[in-house]
């Protein structure tokens, strides 16, 4: 198994030498062989190996046990690891999610938040041939095209997964003969997940009947993600010739596009669909349908599609087009890093503009202060509490305010509490340290940084021709 997955590693191309790898561990036997893997190839891969282990809150002694396992284990080998703890029964409830969906979501929250704080690191998974073989199943129950089938990407950056070559059954055996221990997780024999009723009720029996099922599953998932692939680059390739793509419209040439197979076609519609749109969220295969159907209907004929988007058959071209957005200057610019010169005055010496705003910074002695006014666009901060280093930007997923004392709330639900209008969320100006809001420019700040009676320095920050 060792020699698999090391072939597996390089095969892929999963690391380059001097980068930092983090894995996902959860103390399973899984993870456990993973980090154990690749903690042996660091010498050969030149590579940095860490942990992270998510603390769920969810069972009690339990995730306790777990964490206390994960400790020891890393210990022993010299390996950092880092615990992230999140409350999943919250999310769950905050998000509408089942336990299971915020268990998965709190886990790469976690994994992004690391990202974010060791830029170019890579985030392995312990996912193998048996949990492909789920996905397979769970998304073909579901109703899914080709893509769907591929199942999970042995690559998809920053995420790795380098057992997808191996089984379920080879990394207990592989952990046997190494003489390691592992946890185990009741919640993986609880049929009220959707994937232990696939996993026990489906691909058990279908092992004991077709031994070696799920290994072939493994294999189709690859050679459906090569046919995937090779059929990508066709269709962006038909995009390029005969559609002509601009920023709130695209044309497709209808005399073309008539000459192409039914599935190139459906294929083109979508993928032009997603420019359109920014993401493919909401598409799904009957809007291809609804689009071929309507490039072979009559002329002047229009269908409605989704966030907002419809098209249109004129004399030589389907139109795809949306609403008309109007786009913030916020929009151009994806962030500022805030780098202050030492030493500099009270008055702003370091200025930083963004969205069309102009940031004034500056540096207080907490003694020259006797109580901070209450302005809008100006606020004090306790400069000796930022982490990671200060961005102005606009929100991302992962983004959290400390609102209260104790209490921290994503900001996307600050938001929705707070009434903000949707259309206007995604051009709000923040003040950042990594996933923590600092300020909402015009509204509140963090809780988290806010100047105390044990503040020693205080950073200033000020909008420039701004009425308080």
């Known amino acids: 198994m060792r020699e698999k997955v090391f072939s597996c590693l390089e095969k892929w191309h999963m690391t380059e030498p001097g980068m930092r790898i983090v894995v996902g561990l959860s103390g399973g036997a899984d993870s456990v062989a993973l980090l154990l893997l690749l903690s042996e190839y660091r010498e050969k891969g030149q590579i940095e190996v860490e942990a992270l282990h998510v603390h769920h809150g969810i069972r009690g002694e339990t995730a306790d046990r777990d964490q206390a396992f994960c400790e020891a284990f890393c210990r022993e080998r010299g390996i950092p690891l880092k615990i992230v703890k999140k409350d999943v029964p919250e999310m769950a409830v905050g998000l509408h999610m089942s336990l299971e969906e915020a268990g998965r979501e709190a886990r790469y929250e976690a994994f992004e938040e690391y990202q974010r704080e060791h830029p170019g690191s890579r985030t392995a998974l312990a996912h193998h041939q048996n949990d492909q073989a789920e996905t397979m199943l769970f998304r073909l129950m579901r109703g899914t095209g080709l893509r769907g089938l591929r199942g999970m990407e042995p690559v998809r950056l920053p995420y790795i997964r380098p057992l997808l070559c191996v089984t379920k059954e080879e990394i207990l055996e592989f952990l046997k003969e190494e003489g390691i221990s592992w946890v185990e997780d009741e919640s993986n024999q609880e049929l009220s997940y959707t994937r232990n009723k696939i996993r026990h009720l489906l691909l058990t029996p279908m092992e004991q009947i077709w031994p070696g099922s799920v290994?072939?599953?493994?294999?189709?998932?690859?050679?459906?993600?090569?046919?995937?692939?090779?059929?990508?680059?066709?269709?962006?390739?038909?995009?390029?010739?005969?559609?002509?793509?601009?920023?709130?419209?695209?044309?497709?040439?209808?005399?073309?596009?008539?000459?192409?197979?039914?599935?190139?076609?459906?294929?083109?519609?979508?993928?032009?669909?997603?420019?359109?749109?920014?993401?493919?969220?909401?598409?799904?295969?009957?809007?291809?349908?609804?689009?071929?159907?309507?490039?072979?209907?009559?002329?002047?004929?229009?269908?409605?599609l989704p966030g907002g988007a419809y098209a249109e058959l004129g004399y030589k071209d389907l139109l795809l087009r949306r609403k008309s957005r109007k786009k913030t200057p916020v929009e151009y610019q994806e962030e500022v890093r805030i780098c202050l010169p030492e030493n500099f005055s009270e008055q702003p010496r370091a200025e930083f503009v963004f969205g069309g705003e102009t940031f004034l910074f500056s540096m207080e002695k907490a003694g020259k202060m006797k109580k901070i006014p209450n302005r809008c666009y100006t606020k004090w901060f306790d400069y000796d509490k930022i982490r990671h280093g200060l961005v102005i930007r606009t929100r991302r997923p992962g983004d959290c305010l400390a609102n209260g004392e104790h209490a921290h709330k994503k900001l996307k639900d600050y938001l929705i509490d707070s009434k903000v209008p949707r259309e206007k969320r995604d051009g709000l100006i923040l003040l950042a340290d990594g996933n923590q809001v600092v300020w909402i420019v015009g509204m509140r700040i963090s809780e988290d940084y806010k100047v105390t009676e044990q503040t020693k320095t205080i950073l200033k920050v000020q909008i420039k021709n701004r009425e308080e």
Do not use: N, W
Request: net charge negative; hydrophobic share 40%.
């Open 215 to 304: 290994s072939r599953m493994a294999r189709t998932a690859e050679q459906l993600r090569e046919t995937e692939e090779y059929l990508l680059k066709e269709t962006e390739k038909a995009c390029a010739l005969y559609a002509q793509i601009q920023t709130e419209e695209i044309r497709i040439r209808l005399a073309a596009f008539e000459e192409l197979h039914p599935a190139m076609q459906k294929r083109m519609v979508l993928s032009l669909l997603e420019q359109l749109m920014g993401s493919g969220k909401d598409l799904e295969a009957v809007h291809a349908e609804q689009l071929v159907s309507l490039a072979h209907g009559k002329r002047g004929g229009r269908t409605s």
